[in-house]
C-alpha cells in the first residue's frame, strides 16, 4: 500500500518537476530533430554570455560576504545582547525574509531610484534639474540583495542560537576565556553550519534574483535576465544552455556548501538557550539599542517608502522632494474599479489554487517518505527539493518548454496559453516551500502516537484523520500560507508564463509604474507586503507550536 | 583556613527567594555535597559561586579574595556542568587544554599538561579523540580533566553523575571520590541523591527552599536532624504526634501511639512534637509489649520493611530479617536503639 503510494508519487514528481528540466538539457543539444552542439558553440563564443555570466558568479559571491557580514553581527546582538527594543528589532529585521523579490525592488525604487525620495530631495535642495545619480547597474543590484538577503544568515544563525547550550559559553568563561575569545573558538564554531546554510541560500537567491537586474540592471546583464531576452530573441537552443548554465552555478553553490559545512556539529543543539545579557553598562546598552535601530530603520527605509507613496495622490509627486498631497483612495481603486482589481483577484485564485495543491501533494509525499531510512523516501525528498535549489526563471522556461507541445505518452499537453500554466508554475515553486516543513513535521512526530492508536483498535485512515493530520495542522497551514505568498506576489515565473487572461499582481505593479501611477503600484506593494507579513507570522506561529 | 567561605548569600529571580541568607564554610581540601530536591536552590548557590549568576546580597570569598562582584573568569573555580558542555567541535585535547591558554605555556609545556590530566582521569592517549565520539562516562571524565587542567581553587561538580545510567553511576561515584581526595582538591558538589551525597562527601549540606537546614558530615544528619525536613530527607522514617513527658540528660521521653519514646530533640515537658521514627527504633520481638497488624510488606535485599498498624490506629515501620510474618498477621514489637527525633515548631514536610 505504502509502496503503491511512494511509487505514485514519484511519477507525480517526476512529471511536473524532474521532465521539464530534462527537456530543457535535451533540447540544449538539439536543432530540427537532430543531435547539435550549435546552440553550445554559440553560447561559447559570444561575449556577452560570458559576461553574464561571470556577472552573476560575481554578483552571488559579493551578495554572500556583504549579506553575512550584515545578517549575522544582527543575530548575534539581537539574540544575545540585553538593550531596550530588542524584540520588535528582531521582528523588524525578519521581514524581508517574506517580501517578494518585486515589492522590494520597487520599493528601492521608490527610496534609491532616479526619481526617488534621495533623489528629489537633493534636487529640491540644489535646485538642479537633473537627477544627481542613476540607481543602476551591479552596484545598485548589489546594494539591494545585501540589504534584504541578509536575512537569511540572521535567521539561520538567530535559529541555531536558540538551541544553543548555555554551558558551553558559561564552560569557556570558567575556564578563563574572555568575550572575544568565547565568541572566536566557541560560538562561531559551532555557528558555521547556520552561516555556511545563511550563505547557500544568499547564492541561490542571488543566482536566481531575476527582479532586480531586471529593474535596476541597465546595461548590467546576469543570467537570468540574459535568458529571458534570449528567448524573447527567438533563440530557443542558446536559452536552453543558459539555463543549463545558470542550473550548473546553482548545483555547484549546492555541493559546495554541503562540503564546506561539513557534517552538523552534534551535541550544540540541546540545552537552553541563552539569555540575552544586558551589560551592565547603561551607556553600552543604550548604545547598542541606538546603533541596532538605526541600522534596521535604514534596512527597513525602502519599505517605509513604499508605504508613503502608497498614500500619494495622483500626479502630486512630480517636481517637489516630497508629494504635495496624500489620499487614501488608492487603496479604494484596487477594490473599487474592476481593471486594477482584476489582475489581483487573478493572482488570489491562482495563488490560492496552486498552494492547495502542493499541500495536498506534499502532504502525501510527507505520509509516504515518513520513514527517512527508505530508498523511496530519498528519491520522493530529492525530488521535493530539486525547483528550490533551481532558479525560478529556468522553471518557467522548463514549463513553458515541456507543456508546448502534445505528446501524452510523454505526459506533455499544450498548456502554454491557457489559464493552467501560471497556476501549474506556481504549484511547483510551492512545492519544495510546503513539501519540506511538512516533511520535517512527520518525521518529529512521537511515533508512539501511531502506535498508540493502533493499539487503540484505529484504523490506519482512522489514525491519519483523528491524529496524524490534526497534529501535523499547524506546519501545513503555515507552510501552506507561504507558499500562497509566494504565488502571490511571484514575479520571475510569471513574466515568462503570463497570458492576458492570467496577467498577474505583479505585472501590473511593473506596468502602473510605466504609466506614472506610483501611487497605485506602492498600495498594490503595500497589500502583498501586509498579506505576506501575515502569512510569515502564521508559519512562525505554527513552528513554535510544533 | 576556608577555601569557600560564603556569607550571608542571597539570590532573587523575580519574585522568589531561591537563596536565602545562606552561610557555608568550606576547608582546604574538603568535599562538601549542597544536597535537597529540586527546587531547593542547590544549583543556583553553586553558579553562585561560579559566577556565573550574581548575588543580591552577602559575601563569596575564594581563597582569601573577596569575588563577590567578580566575573566568573577571575574567579579560578573548575566546574564541571550537568550535561559536561564539552566543546563538540573540539577533540579531547582541544576542550582539556582549552583552559591553559591564559597560563602562554609553549606548546610541549601545555601538552605535557594535558597529558597530566588526562592520565590523573585514566585517558592517557585519547587526546585526538573527538568528544562526540566518546561513552558517556569518558565524556564525564574528560570534562573533570578539562576543569582540573588550569588548576582551579575550587572544584564545582554539578549533579556529575545524573547523565549516567545507574550500573556506571556506582563505579563512576568511587572513582571520582577516590580522584577528589588523591588531588586533594576542594569540592563543592551538586546532587539530589542522597547516597550519591554520603558516599562523596566529607560533609552534606542540606538545602531546603533555598535555606540551610543542616550542615554536617552523614552520620549527624541521620542520627541528629536538626529539623522534621533533615529527618524526612535523609533515611527512612514516620512522624507520628506526641507529648514531651520530660527531660532525661541529652535526651526526651516522649508519648506517641501510646508508646513511651526515647527521642532526641529540643523541647519543655508538656510541649506538643511531631516524633520522627526510624525502622531501626522498634524491632519485631515476641516478647514485645506494643501490639498491632502487619498492613503491608516491602522486600529491599537483606531484610523485608513492614508497615504495622498499631492497636490506636499508628502505623509505624520496623526491620524484619525473615519472610514472616505475612501481611495481616498480628505481630509483637519492642523498642530497640535509638532512632526516634522529636521536633517541636517543625511544619509537616
Known sequence: MRRVLQLFLLLVLAWIVVEPLAIVGVESVRRDGAWTLDAVRAFAVEPNEWRAAWNSTWLAALSVITGTMIGVPLALVTRLAGFPGRRVVSALLALPAVLPPLVGVVAFLFLYGESGVFSRGIMALTGSEVAPWRFEGGGAVLLIHATTMYVYPYLLVRAALATFDTSLIEAATALGAGRVRTMRTIVLPLLRPAIGNGALLIALTSLASFSAPYVFGGGFRVLPTQLITTRLNGDVSVAMVETLVLVALALFCLGAATRLGGPGVRGAGKGLAPAPAASRKGWRRSLTAVGVAAITVWLLLPHLALLGVSFVAPGAWTRTALPTAWTGGNYVALIAEPERWRPFGTSLWMAGLAAAAAAVLALLVAVAARDPRHRLSRGLEVALGLPWAVPGTVYAIALATMFSVTQPAAGRFILIGTLWLLPLAYLVRALPIIGRAVVAAIRALDPAYDEAAAALGAGRWRTFRTITLPLLMPALAGATALGFVTGLGDFMTSVILYTYDTRPVSLEILGAIRQGELGIAAAYGVVITLLSTAAFVLAERSRGAA | ?349
Open chain 2, 1 to 349: 583556613m576556608s577555601t569557600v567561605a560564603l556569607d550571608g548569600v542571597r539570590k532573587q529571580f523575580g519574585d522568589v527567594a531561591v537563596v536565602r541568607d545562606f552561610s557555608l564554610d568550606v576547608a582546604d581540601g574538603e568535599i562538601v555535597a549542597l544536597l535537597g530536591p529540586s527546587g531547593s536552590g542547590k544549583t543556583t548557590l553553586l553558579r553562585l559561586i561560579a559566577g556565573f549568576e550574581q548575588v543580591d546580597g552577602g559575601r563569596i570569598v575564594l581563597g582569601g579574595d573577596d569575588v563577590t562582584s567578580r566575573p566568573p573568569v577571575a574567579r579560578r573555580c573548575g566546574m564541571v556542568f550537568q550535561h559536561y558542555a564539552l566543546f563538540p567541535h573540539l577533540d579531547v585535547a582541544g576542550n582539556v587544554g582549552y583552559g591553559l591558554s591564559g597560563e602562554r605555556l609553549d606548546r610541549a609545556a601545555m601538552a605535557t599538561r594535558i597529558a597530566e590530566v588526562l592520565e590523573l582521569v585514566d585517558l592517557s592517549g585519547y587526546e585526538r579523540r573527538p568528544v562526540t565520539a566518546l561513552s558517556g562516562g569518558q565524556q564525564q571524565r574528560v570534562a573533570l580533566a578539562r576543569a582540573l587542567a588550569p588548576r582551579p581553587r575550587v572544584l564545582l561538580l554539578d549533579e556529575p553523575l545524573s547523565n549516567l545510567d545507574p550500573t556506571l553511576r556506582e563505579r563512576t561515584r568511587r572513582e571520582l571520590r577516590e580522584l577528589v581526595r588523591r588531588i586533594g582538591i576542594t569540592t563543592i558538589l551538586v546532587t539530589h541523591e542522597q547516597e550519591e551525597a554520603f558516599d562523596i562527601a566529607d560533609r552534606i549540606a542540606l538545602l531546603h527552599q533555598g535555606r540551610l537546614e543542616q550542615v554536617g558530615t552523614p552520620e549527624e544528619l541521620y542520627s541528629m536532624p536538626a529539623t522534621q525536613f533533615v529527618a524526612g530527607f535523609i533515611g527512612r522514617s514516620v512522624t507520628l504526634p506526641g507529648e514531651v513527658i520530660r527531660r532525661v540528660g541529652d535526651s526526651l521521653e516522649v508519648a506517641a501511639a501510646g508508646i513511651t519514646w526515647r527521642a532526641t530533640g529540643a523541647a519543655e515537658a508538656g510541649q506538643a512534637v511531631r516524633l520522627a521514627i526510624r525502622p531501626e527504633a522498634l524491632r519485631a520481638d515476641p516478647s514485645g509489649t506494643i501490639a498491632g497488624a502487619v498492613v503491608r510488606r516491602r522486600f529491599a535485599g537483606a531484610s523485608w520493611f513492614l508497615t504495622v498498624r498499631l492497636d490506636d490506629g499508628a502505623e509505624v515501620e520496623v526491620a524484619a530479617t525473615s519472610a514472616s510474618p505475612a501481611v495481616g498477621d498480628r505481630i509483637t514489637l519492642a523498642l530497640a536503639g535509638p532512632g526516634a527525633h522529636a521536633f517541636a515548631h517543625d511544619a509537616p514536610p
